[in-house]
């Protein structure tokens, strides 16, 4: 695991020496550059040895040094790749190197080598002989590559802050990301939260051409249904616990220790049975509980998976206060804006105590069912007969009203503090247009309506976010919501949320995190499965749990989902207050210009005297305005070493 980063132009040797060392955290056991001073390419890397220690350096050359590459994460199949060109009268210089694996696949079949890729990634390679840059990022978005076209040059890297550095590039704020993270709390797409910065989406390769500057982009995998009838469950049942063995025993391979994260859930517990009932030897597991927090509190369960299977097992408490203190730590290796969880943090910071490696059950949820979000909508869209359709009825939604609004009270991030007035007042949308009501339910922080009307400052002119994320919906080729949900989340919550969120936490305290369910070959089984045997609204996740059953304790398999949550509402009126008070302020949201003065009346106010619970819409805000006040005006190029108290 890495961190990589690159320029095309003149100074270029210069600037990424710079620009790497802002990554040292991704890989402190090595760093190395490149430089072709004719092209006027350098490349740079930071290296967390995990894979053939002693002949894994990079940047790495091909034999006949005419490529060269850098590179960011595991490919699990390569054993397999590496035998496979064996046969073809390929020679190997290292011992078992995946990097060399790249390379000699390009070797052979330069972009279309992506396709035979199982893992997680982000490369960048110059090859001398075409005269252009090639990079690629995995199919899933597990690694990030950002990029941008400055006027010093083209420049590539793992993390924005490491493009931050180059001195031409401007700290603009990108005014339609940040309408898109009001309502999402993540940024999603291929625009990141600085105007000229782009994300290079999941699945994707670019190749910039040297002598042209012409720059491209290309998709070379999308997920897409292929549902194959005749199987019974049974069958589907036995192929789902054969497979997700087969992607552990993949995303295992390391040449150091690996722990296992163990929530108490069905996904990382899951995982560690897989390994443990494969003699992987005496797994290292953590569990993190929460002060105060009874009903969120899965350490019960964790401990008996972890004596199930006689595991390492170690526990965390964190309380409020552990979280408070590193904030400014956690947006700083955030790169960007982000409202959701912050635990995860101290799970990989107590990994990072023993082993490199945490495996993790991130992407679980997504692709057995995502909670079930699909199921309003199908109801909605599916006849009671196989095919029929409901039409939409306006009058029997207004029926309907009395029931919508008490079930807004009990969403977890929902608008429950919104009072009545003001949920009549975005009923009419919802009324029109049932897609959106569902988005509500999934993703509603801040709406499109609001945003235009009560938050943001000027003339609002982008698309609303509810436009974009339908457009992306359309795309999908899945008969059913459930389907086209699916293939929604693999292109903007999973990978730009929860994947940006393992990424960052993870490689800030130089650990690399895996995520053996977004296997490529168990994903392409989950692809394979027909909607109405891969999930059921009854219970979402049923496959997986009649696919695991005998791994894992009684008491777990009927678990209700616990989310692992902040008690942000509290602590806003309490220990946050004065900075909630300060970076929302009326006077300095006037000076910032980008949100209305009256925001701390309409949602501030009421919440701090208690007379509402606003704290999704006040949350998602100052998280901005803390990312806002490190990256933006105080320009740092540093972590920051002071704390959110000195902000107020």
Known sequence: MCGIAGMVGRGAADRVRVMTRALIHRGPDDVGYYDDLPSMVSLGMHRLSILDLEHGHQPMASQDRSVWIVYNGEIFNSPELRRRLEETHHQFVTAHSDTETLLQLYADKHEDMLGDLNGMFAFVLHDKRRNVLFGARDRMGIKP??????????????????LLTVPTLSRDLDRTSLFHYLTLRFVPGTSSMIDGVSRLAPGHWFRYELDTGRFETQRYWRPSFVPQAGRPIGEWTELVRTELRAAVQRWSLSDVPIGCSLSGGLDSSSIVGLLAESGHGKLKTYSLGFEGAAELDELPLAKKVAERWGTDHHELILRPDDLLRDLLKMVWFLDEPYGGGLPSWYVFQFMHRDVKVGMTGTGGDELFGDYGRYIGLERRLVGRQAGGQVPHNPAWLDSCWPLVSSLIDRLPHGIGGLRARDRWRHWPHIRRDPFRWEYVQAFYYLSDSMKRNEVLTGKVGEPDTTDFLRRLYEDSDGVLPRDGLMQLTFRTQL????????????MAHSLEARVPFLDQAFVDLMLRIPAAIRTKPEDPKYLLRQAVRDLLPEELLHAPKRGFVIPTAEWLRGALRPLTERLLA????????????????????????????YHPQIWTLLMFQLWHSLYIEQGLTDCPSFSWQELC
């Open 586 to 613: 009326p006077a300095r949201l006037a000076e910032q210009g980008l949100f209305r003065s009256d925001v701390y009346r309409r949602f501030v106010v009421p919440h701090l005297r208690g007379q509402a619970d």
């Open 495 to 506: 990978p730009e949320e929860f994947l940006f969120m393992t990424d960052r936490f993870s």
């Open 145 to 162: 590559l950002y990029y941008a076209n400055t006027k010093a040059g083209f420049v590539f890297a793992s993390e924005l802050k490491s």
